[in-house]
């Protein structure tokens, strides 16, 4: 059987529970837990003088290879190209891109390091699959050691078309490295198809009959491989949350008031504010609703080094303050903003009580809170999922209720119309959306992504 190297910026180790919760770990650990193999990537360490070689776990039939950054390193790689340039700009943000060549020269090189290190690690046979925005030169440093693997690369977050991905200046380099995969997968058609304007309009590449790209001289596959959810593991958190002495203090707390829920990781691509806002204006302009709600609002603290994410969090804290202060009366306040991290089935034990997911992010790859949402409701009296139209969640999940989020009027209405939603619509909508999460599960997003890359035909252009 081939082995199955799978690389990511970081690695979760085995104990590592709050790493282990995104959806990328969760979904890298079940593909490596039925295949076997190895997980290689940042051991989420800065030490001053990290060591030549990576560190070496085995545990539950999983090798877990590490290395460690220096802070310098950190800071110019992760904190400045990745989360102040490729982020922002991936999310459609231009006006939040920050360029700087130092940072661009700190992320070639932790991604040529990472090939470095790769190399010593593969062996011939071996299946790479490689994760994320962070490590889009990699595909490129390793054809240049010589690897001539299967190499797989997924995209979690959105692809912006050329007009924007090439406000750049490293474009061409990064569309460079990835033609140099075999398989390059993407959340939804909107993203390949913006991989695929780039590779024809820009690179001036081409697409054969059979659906591969050319492009610099490479031929490759590109596809749609949707992330899903372990929609069981879910359930029975929801379940078993029932009993939860924090889930109980809440469901207490709200009393015969309605929920809405939000979780999120505190990120301004999620729609925080306007989602606060929205809560605003029902308020405003359907007064009766005083004292019948409250927005939970869960936003996990993330990126803190970044100057726009100090920002945001402020922004938050100022916008849940305006609503509570205009809105709350002696005995209640609309809006309760907590910025933490929940362990999952606390979470799931959330969902479970909440009338209504609101889950509005301006721009997302998939959003796995939208699913997890529906995944925890209890099939006899299932809350209401509101969602963007700009998840990449809302193209099949049909039976939420698919909002602008920069239509602040337009979500008033959607939580008018989902607090308001009889119980036989929520169920309908519910078991159409539950469908959905269990025909394309997380099993079926690593497998089918697997599957298509161990068949990819290989073969320079
Ligand atoms: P994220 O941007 O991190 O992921 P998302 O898909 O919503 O976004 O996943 C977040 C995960 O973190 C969920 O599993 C959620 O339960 C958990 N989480 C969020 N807030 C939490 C809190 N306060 N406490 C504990 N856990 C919390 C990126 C892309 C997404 C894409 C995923 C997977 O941006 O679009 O869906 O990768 O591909």
Redesign the pocket.
């Known amino acids: 059987m081939t082995r199955l190297i799978v690389v990511s910026n970081r690695v979760a180790m085995p104990r590592d529970r709050a790493a282990r919760?995104?959806?990328?770990a969760v979904g890298v650990l079940s593909a490596l837990k039925r295949s076997g193999g190895m997980w290689f990537g940042w051991s989420g360490e800065t030490s001053e003088s990290p060591a030549p070689q990576p560190k070496v776990v085995k545990s539950g039939g999983i090798t877990y290879a590490t290395i460690d950054f220096t802070a310098d390193e950190f800071d110019a790689y992760y904190n400045g190209y990745c989360n102040s340039t490729l982020w922002p700009l991936l999310h459609y943000r231009l006006g939040l891109v920050e360029h700087s060549r130092q940072n661009q020269d700190a992320y070639m090189r932790i991604n040529a390091r990472f090939a470095d290190h790769l190399a010593t690690l593969v062996r011939p046979g071996d299946v790479i699959w490689i994760h994320d925005y962070q490590l889009m030169a990699l595909p490129g440093e390793l054809r240049l050691r010589g690897l001539r693997n299967r190499i797989g690369f997924f995209l979690?977050?959105p692809l912006p078309g050329p007009e924007i991905f090439c406000a750049l200046p490293a474009h061409k380099q990064l569309m460079g490295s990835l033609a140099e995969a075999d398989l390059v997968g993407f959340?939804t058609e909107s993203d390949l198809r913006a991989f695929r304007d780039y590779a024809l309009y820009e690179a001036g590449g081409s697409q054969r009959p059979d659906g591969a790209i050319e492009m610099f001289g490479r031929r490759l596959r590109a596809g749609v491989f949707p992330?899903g959810i372990d929609v069981e593991e879910m359930k029975a958190l929801a379940v078993e949350a029932e009993n939860d002495e924090e889930v109980r203090r809440l469901a207490d707390s709200i009393s015969s008031r309605q929920l809405i829920i939000g979780?999120?990781?505190l990120?301004y691509s999620k729609g925080i504010l306007n989602r606060i806002d929205a809560v605003g204006e029902l308020l405003t302009t359907r007064p009766d609703y005083r004292n019948r709600i409250t927005f939970v609002q869960?936003?996990?603290p993330s990126r803190i080094d970044v100057a726009r994410y100090k920002k945001l969090r402020r922004e938050i804290e100022g916008c849940a303050g305006r609503v509570n202060g205009k809105h709350a009366e002696i005995d209640w306040v609309p809006i309760r903003y907590l910025n933490?991290?929940?362990p999952?089935r606390q979470?799931a034990g959330f969902y479970r009580v909440a009338r209504v997911g609101l889950v509005t992010p301006l721009r997302?790859?998939?959003?796995?809170?939208a699913k997890?949402y529906v995944a925890a409701q209890n099939p006899s009296d299932p809350g209401v999922l509101v969602l963007s139209r700009f998840a990449?969640a809302a193209r099949d999940m049909k039976g939420a209720i698919i909002v602008n989020p920069f239509d602040q009027v337009e979500m008033a209405e959607a939580l008018d119309q989902a607090l308001r939603m009889p119980l036989p619509e929520r169920q309908e909508r519910w078991r159409k959306l539950m469908g959905a999460l269990q025909r394309n599960d997380l099993a079926t997003w690593s497998d089918s992504f697997l599957d298509t890359l161990n068949t990819s035909e290989r073969a320079a252009a």
């Open positions: 919760a995104g959806g990328l979690h977050i959340q992330i979780v999120d990781r990120d869960i936003a996990a933490r991290v929940f999952r979470l997302d790859g998939m959003n796995l809170v997890e990449g």
